[in-house]
């Protein structure tokens, strides 16, 4: 049986003197976090046999520096989400950002699985998650998110000594296209990729889609709906409602199911936004900013809806069902086909957003009813699209002008 080591103490912490072998022992005690337990572990590490203490505090000094890089190998994604879960409840954060990041994680699994080890992310392997997301068909402000979510993983294991070297330290942060780089849509452009779903068929499973496809994009356009939005729409999230005019306040708005000659009384269609449909994880969720909404809906894509409930419930469906049974994929393809065939520039489905939200901007629409109508704040709508407004100062002279 081997002789026990008897220590005693240097002046140097960590350093023992070791009085069988007469030579000096180092012990270095750390910690690990455990992604499994979700708690850290408390390990030692020892070197022996050193002649000297000079050698023994050199020792201890490359221990205490290399931060046990073998040891915290094996933590990954999943491992350091859990951790970042327990800062997130440790520190009241909001739900809103718990939720979003929770959903970006998700995401990123699709490309990275949850079991990737740390250790095994490169700067190559960080843009090559951020190619495959923009391949995928996620929208910029999405990437933009997934690409903050990532980075903030990163340099949490890194603060928290889980890895030893943050590989995004030096790496250039992907670009994401800026709101003023979005493209929009001219009305005789959308006239002729509407035109397209109206002249054209797509048959699948002895069913035509394209009117499908054809009010999707009239919703988009008219309405300013995120895709996830209107992929999430039931016959029963348009309803109508009713209008009167309040004193000498102009109604000329041709609206085909008022029955008022004189004017008045104003009946239309409006959609209900109350949620949001994610097709990569299957889930429906709340809107963006938990901002539930109504968008009053133009005529042209009014008489379309009549027409596809009218089909939908002589075929039997209910008002539940939901319009559209495709994903924020197909309808990118879809776009993009019709963009193709009509000599168009390459829409995404978001440019339709921008162009209704610049659309409103260039009417003079005031901005609580941007925000009321679009589910974004006023300080987003003001950041994003701060080029298509005034300037205080030539607001302030116009102002003066027409006193």
């Known amino acids: 049986m081997a002789e026990q080591a008897k220590r005693t103490k240097t002046k140097y912490p960590n350093i023992y003197y070791n009085e069988n072998t007469k030579l000096y022992d180092v012990k270095y005690n750390y910690k690990v976090y455990d992604p499994l337990t979700q708690k850290n572990k408390y390990k030692a590490k020892w070197k022996y046999n050193l002649s000297s203490l000079t050698e023994a505090r050199g020792e201890l000094a490359k221990l205490q520096t290399g931060t046990n890089k073998a040891e915290n190998k094996d933590i990954t994604l999943q491992g350091v989400f859990d951790l970042w879960k327990n800062k997130a409840g440790g520190q009241n954060f909001s739900p809103v950002t718990i939720r979003n990041t929770e959903q970006q994680m998700k995401m990123i699994y699709q490309f990275l699985p949850k079991e990737t080890k740390l250790k095994d992310i490169t700067e190559d392997v960080y843009y090559k998650l951020s190619a495959d997301c923009r391949n995928h068909g996620y929208s910029e402000e999405t990437l933009h998110s997934i690409n903050a979510t990532f980075r903030k993983m990163i340099n949490l294991a890194y603060k928290k000594k889980l890895i030893t070297e943050n590989i995004l330290a030096y790496a250039d942060n992907v670009k994401t296209k800026q709101k003023e780089d979005y493209k929009t849509i001219s009305k005789e452009e959308f006239e002729k990729i509407d035109a397209y ?190 080029h298509m407004f005034e300037s205080d100062e030539v607001m302030v002279l116009l102002t003066m002008q027409s006193l």
């Not at 900013?289 to 596809?308: A, G, H």
């Not at 309808?331 to 168009?344: D, G, W």
């Not at 009417?363 to 994003?384: A, C, F, H």
Request: net charge positive; with cysteine; hydrophobic share 30%.
């Open 197 to 386: 779903f109206h002249y054209n068929k797509f048959v699948r499973l002895g069913v035509d889609n394209y009117p499908k496809y054809r009010l999707l994009f009239n919703i988009l356009y008219y309405t300013g709906l995120r895709i996830g939005e209107a992929i999430a729409l039931t016959y029963n999230d348009f309803e109508e409602f009713s209008y009167y005019k309040k004193g000498t306040e102009p109604l000329s708005l041709y609206v085909p199911n008022s029955q008022n000659a004189q004017g008045e009384h104003l009946r239309g269609t409006r959609i209900k936004v109350t949620k949001s449909y994610v097709s990569d994880m299957n889930l429906t969720k709340d809107p963006k900013n938990f901002k539930k909404r109504t968008v009053p809906l133009y005529t042209d894509p009014e008489r379309l809806f009549i027409r596809l409930k009218n089909g939908h419930l002589q075929d039997g469906g209910s008002l539940d069902d939901k319009i559209f049974d495709w994903g924020h994929t197909a309808c990118a393809y879809m776009l993009e086909k019709a963009c193709k065939a009509c000599n168009l520039p390459k829409y995404t489905c978001h440019e339709f957003r921008h162009t209704f939200i610049s659309n409103l901007i260039k009417n003079n629409v005031p901005l609580p009813v941007i925000e009321k109508v679009s589910g974004d704040t006023q300080q987003t709508i003001l950041e994003r699209y701060s």
